[in-house]
Each structure stands twice: as C-alpha cells, then as structure tokens.
C-alpha cells in the first residue's frame, strides 16, 4: 500500500485545534489569573480596572493574626499528610508488589473507591465517627482524613513506580551480605527518591487545597480555605483575592512539581 | 506484613467512619440530640419529602448535564492532544494536570468576582455595548452553578479519557490507515470503543461529583438553586439532625450507585 502513516491534515483541522485547545486552556484558567491579578490592585473594586499595582492587600492579610494561624496550620497538615501517606503508601505498594495477579488486582482496586467516594459522604462520615469515639474536632481530626484522601493517589505513583523497579537489584544486595535496613536505605529509597518526592508534594497539594474535610472536622481550628470559605460568606473582601492567591500559588507549585517528578509519564 | 499498615488505616478512617453513619441514619432524633433507639422514619423521611425530592431532580437534571458536557469536551480535548497536535502533547496535557489541583474554593470564588454585578464579565458586556446595564442573571443563578462546575470538573474528565486513549496501540491506526479506512471511520470504530472505559470513568467521577456538590450552589446559586448536598449540609450544621442527614446521604448514594450502573451500561451500547 502507500506506506504513510498518517495522511496529511488540512492547515484548517490545526487552526481549528488549536482554537479549541486556547479556549479550553483559557476557560480552566481564567479564574486562576482573575484572582491573581485582582489582588495586586489597590482599590476594592473588582472588576479589571486597574488604578496601581500594589501590595496592599498582601500586607493587610499578612498582619492579620486569624489568617497568620490559619497559614500556619494549613502549613502543618499539608507536611504531616505528606509524611504520613508517603509512609503508608509505600509500604502498600511494596507488600503489594510481590503479591499474586490475582490480589493485585484487588489491592489495585481499593484505592479507587475513595478516590471517586464524594467528599461530603466522607466528611459527615468522619465527623459521626469523631462524635461517636467521643473524640473533638481539631486540626489533627482534618490530617487524618487528609491522609485518606491522598493515600490512593500516593498509593498509585509508587505502585506505578514499582512496575519499572528491579527487584533483582535487592537480591543481588542481599548476596553481597546486606541487612535488609541497608538494603532499604542504601537501595530501594534512592532508586525511589523520584516517586516519593513527587507523591509526597502532590499528597501537600491535596492537603493544602482541601475544603470539604477540613469544613467537618476541624472545629475552630479553621484552616487556610476555610477562613476564606468564613470571609466570602461575611461579603466581597477584597483581602480574599490575596488569600486565594497564596494557596493558589501554593497548591498550584506544589501540583507542577509533582507532575514534574512523578506523575507525568508520556511516551 | 508490609500490607498491614495502610490496611489497617483505612479500615480505621474510611470504612469505620462510614459504618458509624449507617448507624446514625437509624437514630432517633428529637430536640437538637439523637439517641441510640434505632428507627426507619429517617428514611421514611428522607424518601417522602416532596422538598428533598425537588431539590433531588433538580440535582440530577443538572449533574447529567454537566458530566455529558465534560465527556464531550474532555474526549474532544485527548483527541486533538492525541492525533491532532501530538507536539504539544505534553505541555498541553501539563497544564491541564497542574489545574486540576489548584484551588477548589479559589476557583468558586473567582466566578463570584468575575460574574457578579460589577463583575468583570458585566464590565466587559458593557463596554461592548451588548447590554446596557449590568445583567444579574449572571450571579446566583444555574448558569454560574453550571459553569464553575465545569471549570473544575473538565481536568478530571480529561485525566481518563486521555489516558485510555494514550494506550491504543498506535500500530492498530497505521493497520486501519493503510487498509484504507478514513478518519472517521477509525475515530468511530476503533478509537471510541477503545476509550469507552475511559469515558465512562471520567462520567462517574463527574456525576458523584455534581451530586454530591453543596459548596458551588451555595456560594453561586440563588436561594433556590441549592443541591441535595445542601439539605444534608442543613440537618448536619443547622437542625442538628445528624440520622436524618445521613439518611438523606445514604439514600442519595445508593441512588447514585444504581443510575451509574444503568448509566454505565447505556454509555457502553452507545460507544460500541
């Protein structure tokens, strides 16, 4: 036969894809920059016209003590979340590595549940559960769902990151006389660093950006998006867009370097 | 074993959780508390309710709408990332997966800024003279519901569907190519069906998504614009009725479950 490939596309097919890929991108976008782009303006209004740039609106919230705690704690679960399920996540995916096709399957499956379980469901889940052990509701309360909630994606990069991972490498290790903590150390953590770095700033993304857990459980202990949650309710502010803007910046940083490290496998 | 630990987590922090919700949806509830005499009328209730019941279909008018907006938009998407411009794959598909976890309340709240009455939208319709005065339709209303929506749901459409189609051999294309079948026909009978896992997937995650959502509606929808998630919301935070809340969450996620079969189903025939 001919042997193309592919036959040729007209020059309009791509000027038509591109139009639609510069729309889409726009459209997810747009609300990003609006934010970013209002909160350097110094007057309240909101629309785009600018009088000034301006850092006023940064400085206020900065010296605003409920938005400094607020911060802070938003800051506290993000590192405790990604510890703790980079932890876990790696254990499972190494227990589940060595398991039969058959379990795999299975083990591959679990994760998925909570992944597309609502969060409302799991919010007043974890609150019935807090009233019903008696525990209260606190920052801690939030972290703990917070794993749960990056536990599969974690979970997933390193079970992704063990297809390609040889296990050979641990035997001939262990020929050489290695105890299995320097085998873990000396081996398996650097051919891993990758993949740990990267689910542990996606598990920080997750966290950070949170809302729905943190609204059920975390009691006046209020976090980042839930002061901002508090004050949209109050009425416009135009403080918020410097708010949103942080975690933006924050939750968006953290996303591109873990689609940087690990995430992002394209052929 | 090294399974033990996240097992044991999420058993403790998940399932538990939610077996204590079944059994507070069986309490009993009166004057702002709840004791441990296990009824059914939280689900008498919550089925019979003609107001719930409102806010339910309107729930699922607008969730069937939006997750069959974003399959179209998302498949359309992974097809031009795909076959259409594949040297801008990666940058392209970047973008779209660092969007997908920035800002979730942040987003909503932009489109309060940008909708509203002196909003940027507004401004912008003014000065272009398409309308004289500032439209509120914009703000608090289906149409600000039904765009947020979207805006943070298309990510997690495009995820599956891109990466479904990302695993059909590109030597079954070249096969079809050189036997002579045209674009179309390849795109309708080789790639569709193929990619009709991803494309269910990407439905079932925005459809328990839409369904289970409570802080769009309420942050951009008008008094009577509010979600089934709304209404557990309110028994939670407001009347204290924690059985009857989860009730009305129960019962909304069995339902989901039993559409999303049938839904499942359906999507299967079509892209056959």
């Known amino acids: ?267 | 074993m090294l399974l033990a630990p996240p097992t044991i987590y999420f058993v403790l922090l998940f399932v538990v959780p939610l077996i204590v919700l079944v059994a507070y949806s069986f309490y009993t509830y009166s004057n702002f508390n709840f004791s441990a005499k296990l009824t059914l009328s939280n689900y008498m209730q919550a089925l019979s309710n003609p107001a719930l019941r409102a806010f339910y279909f309107r729930t699922l008018k607008i969730a069937l709408g939006v997750s069959v907006g974003v399959v179209i938009v998302s498949y359309l998407f992974s097809h031009i990332l795909m076959y259409v411009l594949p040297g801008a794959r990666r940058i392209l598909y970047f973008l779209v997966l660092v969007s997908l976890f920035g800002g979730y309340l942040v987003r909503i709240y932009a489109w309060r800024t940008m909708l509203g009455a002196d909003g940027i939208l507004n401004g912008l319709l003014v000065r272009l003279r398409l309308i004289s005065h500032p439209a509120g339709f914009l703000l608090n209303s289906n149409f600000a519901i039904i765009v947020a929506l979207l805006n943070f749901l298309i990510p997690l459409g495009v995820l599956p569907i891109f990466s479904a189609m990302q695993n059909i051999s590109p030597k079954l294309l070249e096969a079809a190519t050189d036997l002579g079948a045209s674009r179309v026909r390849i795109a309708r009978t080789i790639v569709l069906p193929l990619t009709s896992r991803g494309i269910r997937a990407a439905f079932a995650f925005c459809f328990i998504a839409t369904m289970a959502e409570w802080v769009t509606p309420q942050l951009l929808g008008g008094p009577l614009d509010q979600f089934v998630g709304n209404q557990i919301l309110y028994q939670f935070g407001q009347t204290l009725d924690w059985p009857l809340g989860a009730a009305i969450a129960l019962t909304l996620i069995a339902s989901v479950v039993v559409m999303l079969g049938i839904i499942s189903w359906l999507l299967r025939l079509v892209t056959r």
């Open chain 1, 1 to 267: 036969m001919t042997g193309r490939r592919t036959r040729p596309r007209r020059a309009g097919a791509r000027t038509a894809a591109w139009v639609y890929v510069a729309l889409m991108l726009f459209f997810l976008f747009a609300p990003l920059a609006v934010v970013l782009a209002v909160s350097f303006n110094p007057t309240a209004n909101m629309n785009l016209q600018f009088t000034a740039f301006s850092l006023r609106w940064y400085h206020q919230v900065a010296t605003d003590p409920l938005v400094v705690a607020a911060f802070r704690r938003t800051a506290l679960a993000a590192v405790v979340t990604a510890v703790v399920s980079a932890a876990l996540g790696l254990t499972g995916a190494l227990g589940a590595a060595r398991l039969s096709q058959r379990w795999r399957t299975v083990i591959f499956t679990v994760p998925l549940v909570p992944l597309a379980f609502p969060a409302l469901l799991f919010g007043i889940g974890l609150a019935s559960f807090y009233h019903a052990i008696g525990a209260g509701f606190s920052i801690w309360a939030t972290i703990a769902g917070h794993v749960i909630l990056a536990l599969p994606f974690v979970f997933l990069v390193f079970a992704a990151a063990l297809e390609r991972f040889r296990f050979s490498l641990l035997d001939a290790a262990r020929d050489l006389g290695a105890g299995s903590f320097t085998i873990f150390r000396t081996v398996t953590l650097p051919l891993l660093r990758p993949a740990i770095l990267g689910a542990m700033f996606l598990s920080m993304a997750i966290s950070a950006d949170e809302f729905v857990i943190a609204f059920f459980t975390a009691g006046s202990q209020q976090t980042l998006p839930l002061v901002l949650y508090g004050r949209i309710n109050l009425g416009v502010n135009p403080g918020l867009n410097a708010i949103g803007s942080v975690l933006l910046l924050i939750t968006m940083a953290l996303a591109f370097f873990a689609a940087r490290t690990s995430v992002l496998e394209l052929p």
